[in-house]
């Protein structure tokens, strides 16, 4: 099994590395536009065997970014990027896209059989107001000659001055559109792919259930190669199990979202804390269950 390893590209990346092949480049520090709510981001993600498993501003929503830590309703500010839902009226540019703004990074590098880092970074509205202050961590585990594992955990607190209501465009009247969290955009090729659950295999009719994972197999153009993208909700956070958004048919994404129905009230100082783990594999549906299992080991281990 190859050696992990981080490379830092100081003042703006960090890559996992998995012997030769770049599992997954973080940019902190990216140059995105104010519209689209600039905030780190995963991209490119790979299997193993170096296929990559994200996209990056696709044209039909340029807002979404691999994979990336993105809230579309904070109070009244758009995390997410793009135009925000106001019920009557759908979707609405408003002067409210906000920044995740980079602190700074440390404990980078290999620890046992993981590699990582500690992002420091700040949430601050269009208006230029810090609403909330976050650490985030993020960690690439060796599973199999096929498979890895990436941990997201993060702790986020409430600065702004006043009780935050995390939600989403169903908490504010769209019906099925609780988008909002941890969210996996993948390649254009994985459109029609298979969304895999506990319970069996399916598409779009899968969105808004509630599970404790869910994973999306898809093939690659090219090679006609298959790969698996599997996330877990640790038990631990807000409103776990989620209900998940997913879509395979117009595009293929994954989105465990704590926020889907159900808003989560943050009071002034408070600090709340959610953990994922995301599975990565060469490999199809029916490899999901044993890659769930695997990622759950991963991220039992988390402190």
Known sequence: MSALAVRHDIGSALTLRAGDVDLARYVYVPDTP????????????????????????????????????????????????????????????????????????????????????????????QAGATVITERRTIAASLLSAEAWALTFDTTMTNTSGRDVAFGSPTTRGRENAGYGGLFWRGPRSFTGGAVVTPDGVGGDELRGRRSEWMAFAGRHDGDDARSLVLMVDHAANPHHPPRWFTRSENFACLNPAPFFSEELVVADGETVRFRYGVGVADGGEEDAAALADSVRGVLGESV
């Open 34 to 125: 104010e519209l689209e709510s600039p905030k780190p981001y995963l991209h490119p993600v790979r299997t193993r065997a170096g296929r990559v498993v994200s996209l990056f501003r696709p044209h039909d929503h340029v807002w979404h970014k691999g994979i990336a830590w993105s809230l579309p309703n904070v109070g009244d500010e758009n995390f997410w990027g793009g135009p925000t839902y106001v019920h009557g009226r759908s979707y609405v540019q408003l002067a409210n896209n906000g920044a995740q703004l980079h602190r700074r990074v440390v404990d980078v590098g290999v620890d046992g059989e993981t590699a990582g880092f500690t992002h420091e970074l700040d949430w601050i509205t």
